[in-house]
């Protein structure tokens, strides 16, 4: 199963072609994205080269433990007594949630287009 498997990979991965020069090295992507982002895309290009950037692997780690902090920090007693706590440092969390999660919905995007 494993060999038929490794086949049936190394067959998409000839087909493949290096149609990307991003940060000194040809990367291999599929020629088309979406059925919408052709190889020639000026915004797929982008997006690969923001893919392919050695620190947006360490940027989003940097944000799932910001995020992980962010749930341990939170309060549960609104749950229990209904009251609603306002005090800045909810506040905070809650921009740093939206924030986490638009970067989150943004590499997820740049990923697919890529």
């Given at each position: 199963?494993a060999?038929?498997?490794?086949?049936?990979?190394?067959?998409?991965?000839?087909?493949?072609?290096?149609?990307?020069?991003?940060?000194?090295?040809e990367?291999?992507?599929?020629?088309?994205?979406?059925?919408?982002?052709?190889?020639?895309?000026?915004?797929?290009?982008?997006?690969?080269?923001?893919?392919?950037?050695?620190?947006?692997?360490?940027?989003?780690?940097?944000?799932?433990?910001?995020?992980?902090?962010?749930?341990?920090?939170?309060?549960?007693?609104?749950?229990?007594?209904?009251?609603?706590?306002k005090?800045?440092?909810?506040v905070?969390?809650?921009?740093?949630?939206k924030?986490?999660?638009?970067?989150?919905i943004?590499e997820?995007?740049?990923?697919?287009?890529?």
């Amino acid at each position: 199963m494993a060999a038929r498997y490794r086949k049936k990979v190394e067959k998409t991965r000839n087909r493949l072609t290096a149609n990307f020069k991003v940060h000194g090295k040809e990367q291999k992507f599929a020629d088309c994205s979406l059925y919408l982002f052709e190889s020639d895309n000026k915004f797929r290009y982008y997006c690969v080269w923001l893919v392919e950037w050695k620190w947006f692997e360490n940027v989003l780690t940097l944000c799932i433990l910001i995020n992980a902090i962010n749930i341990a920090s939170n309060d549960y007693e609104v749950n229990l007594t209904g009251k609603e706590n306002k005090s800045a440092f909810y506040v905070v969390k809650n921009i740093i949630d939206k924030i986490i999660t638009v970067l989150f919905i943004l590499e997820c995007a740049a990923k697919v287009i890529a």
